[in-house]
């Protein structure tokens, strides 16, 4: 994936069989006492040891990683906010005194603990839980041509499946946002603290409505920023939420491109430009000289640039691609708007993780036609592929544990701030309405930019998010601030 502040998150809704929400007891750590030792720069660092599964509280342990950095002001320090940037690599980003501009502005008032979820810590102190195998490639069904292909992708990712089971052990069992979320509470008891102040960005969202749902009268504020939707049981809807949003993306980038003059597309209706491009490649793939001797792109490696290139820190690179392939060099869906190749050095765990939450059951290859064609109806120009693309992160794995998404039940909870953008094809808008709309008295605070625009340093995002951590303000009803990091891509690469 592409190397972000932010990981990428997406995953497909269905109902499964295993672990469910309910059922397990309080959180408590098995000891109370944190260790903390300078780590580099301001950071202090820990760990909390915690029950694999939260179901069996005498049984195996395993360790969450902590990173602590003071309030830079500390006449002003609060109590601790507990932050997860998504996934892994938010207490490497602290050590390495890399704090995003989002996290910085909080730690100005705030004591920050950043916490990476259990199995996704660092090898220093074997905290990070390494697999064998590595994932197949996303969004590698977009370019299956049969179901020879798709049945080739559903075997890598079982092979990775099981060398993530063989790695972890016994630590397999707890790689559930449930699990996490009552890691989180755990946390909360070690630091004395009687309520929970959490920020949670991308995959960290999942983790805050687990614990919303589980310790709600455990929260006393929490903003959501690039909401993952874990509310939507049914495939269908989850799916449509991303097939519009990326077919929204095309046209956004249309018009973000026929404001900027250097825009290799200006003058031109880029999205009229991609369309002539699917036709062309659909009846001949179009010459990719600049990959190589004879090489060139059909229309599902086409699609799959395309999908890549509708990030919008990638629109200038996807206007030059599209400029140059109606020219008769498609060499960039090749070279330029591809997603990293693997490396062959094996994974995480996060990619379970992520299959266990959301997509503990897949759908077959004739299944996935039959929704193609519902899809196509909706998002015709694009919007339908991200279908396969999602689909490609979990077909072929055993996810369980399973984390079943469904509708919230939340109650004693205090009105939570959600951030939501409309340039966010990662974690969709639609989603994270969906998630808003499950929790009582939410704040909505629209913003005009992509994915983890409050992490990347929305400044207008800032100022809101700050004042509610601080004293509990929330924004008036209609706020919305405007795309600052859009205004800032170059119009040319």
């Known amino acids: 994936m592409r190397r972000r502040w932010y990981p990428a998150m997406a995953a497909v809704a269905v109902v499964a069989a295993g672990l469910t929400w309910t059922g397990l007891p309080s959180a408590q750590a098995q000891s109370s006492d944190l260790d903390w030792s300078d780590c580099g720069g301001r950071a202090q660092c820990a760990t909390l040891t915690v029950p694999v599964d939260w179901n069996d509280p005498d049984g195996p342990t395993t360790r969450v990683n902590l990173a602590k950095l003071p309030a830079r002001d500390p006449g002003a320090a609060d109590r ?10 938010t207490t490497a980003a602290l050590e390495a ?78 790689l559930t946002s449930t699990q996490i979320a009552h890691d989180m509470d755990a946390l909360r008891t070690a630091l004395d603290q009687p309520k929970l102040k959490y920020f949670g960005n991308s995959y960290g969202t999942s983790y805050g409505q687990a614990y919303a749902e589980l310790f709600g009268d ?55 430009v991609w369309d002539d491009l699917v036709k062309r490649a659909e009846t001949e793939p179009i ?34 691609a599209m400029d140059s392939a109606r020219d008769g060099d498609a ?32 759908l077959s290859y004739r299944q996935t036609l039959k929704l193609e064609k519902r899809l196509r109806d909706i998002a015709p120009r694009i919007g339908w592929v991200t279908a396969r693309a999602e689909l490609s992160r979990c077909v072929g794995m055993d996810a369980k544990p399973a984390n079943p998404p469904h509708r919230l039940d939340v109650d004693d909870l205090p009105p939570v701030l959600v951030g939501i953008g409309d340039l966010d094809a990662n974690t969709p808008h639609h989603g994270a309405e969906n998630v808003a709309s499950q929790l009582p008295d939410a704040s909505v605070l629209r913003h005009g930019d992509g994915h983890a625009a409050f992490v990347l340093g929305n400044k207008c995002l800032a100022n809101h998010v700050t004042a509610y951590f601080a004293d509990g303000t929330l924004p008036d009803e209609g706020t919305r601030c405007p795309g600052e990091l859009v205004d800032q891509i170059p119009d040319k690469p």
Not at 150 to 170: D, L, P, Q, V
Not at 298 to 309: D, T
Not at 335 to 362: I, R, S
Request: hydrophobic residues 35%.
């Open 287 to 320: 010459p990719a000289p600049g990959a190589g001797d004879g090489e060139t792109v059909n229309v599902r490696e086409l699609l799959a640039g395309g999908h890549f290139g509708l990030t919008p820190t990638s629109w200038p690179r996807l206007a030059v």
């Open 218 to 272: 455990k929260v006393e504020r929490m903003y959501l920023d690039g909401v993952a939707d874990h509310t939507q049981p049914k495939l269908s809807d989850w799916l449509t939420n991303y097939a519009r949003t990326t077919e929204q993306q095309l046209t956004e980038f249309a018009d973000w491109c026929s404001t900027r003059d250097g825009c290799a597309l200006n003058d031109e209706d880029a999205a009229k």
């Open 80 to 89: 601790p906010l507990l932050v997860n940037l998504g996934a892994g690599n």
């Open 97 to 174: 005194d890399q704090v995003p501009p989002g996290v910085a502005a909080l730690n100005e008032r705030f004591d920050v603990i950043g916490f990476d979820p259990r199995g996704l810590g660092k090898d220093a102190n074997d905290t990070l839980i390494h697999c064998a195998e590595s994932q197949a490639p996303y969004p590698g069904l977009v370019l299956a041509e049969d179901a020879k292909d798709w049945r080739a992708h559903a075997k890598r990712n079982a092979k990775y499946e099981r060398s993530c089971r063989e790695a972890a052990g016994a630590e397999y069992a707890g």
């Open 331 to 362: 060499s960039d869906f090749l070279t330029e708007l591809v997603w990293p190749p693997d490396t062959g050095k094996g994974g995480h765990v996060q990619g379970a993780l992520l299959c266990n939450d959301f997509m503990p059951e897949q």
